[in-house]
Nanobody, 117 residues
Framework: QVQLVESGGGLVQPGGSLRLSCAASGIIFSFYDVGWYRQAPGQQRELVATMSSVGRTNYADSVKGRFTISSDNINNMVYLQMNSLKPEDTAVYYC???????????WGQGTQVTVSS
């Protein structure tokens, strides 16, 4: 059974930093396109950052230069380093792993990030 588990969320002041982690069981991240998405109250889920299986990254314009997606293939982890956080970054952040060729798409349960003074 595939499971993605996010951690690292919490309350942080504007300008602060957090690092989100996503651990996978049942799949090997390096075979998948992975990503982080977020959903604020009353809003649709939106893309934050993605990394293809060959390491190509893509970021939402709103987080470019502040957030960095990375992976640790040895430990089968994906990370999202978030710097210079803003109140508008407040949302539930979800980890995603997708492999279109075999129609696999998996989501974690989400971790809350709140940016507030």
């Amino acid at each position: 059974q595939v499971q993605l588990v996010e951690s690292g969320g919490g309350l942080v002041q504007p300008g602060g930093s957090l690092r989100l982690s996503c651990a996978a069981s049942g799949i090997i991240f390096s075979f998948y396109d992975v990503g982080w998405y977020r959903q604020a109250p009353g809003q649709q889920r939106e893309l934050v950052a993605t990394m293809s299986s060959v390491g190509r990254t893509n970021y939402a314009d709103s987080v470019k230069g502040r957030f960095t997606i990375s992976s640790d293939n040895i430990n089968n982890m994906v990370y999202l380093q978030m710097n210079s956080l803003k109140p508008e970054d407040t949302a539930v952040y979800y980890c995603n792993a997708e492999r279109l060729v075999i129609r696999h798409n998996y989501w974690g349960q989400g971790t809350q990030v709140t940016v507030s003074s």
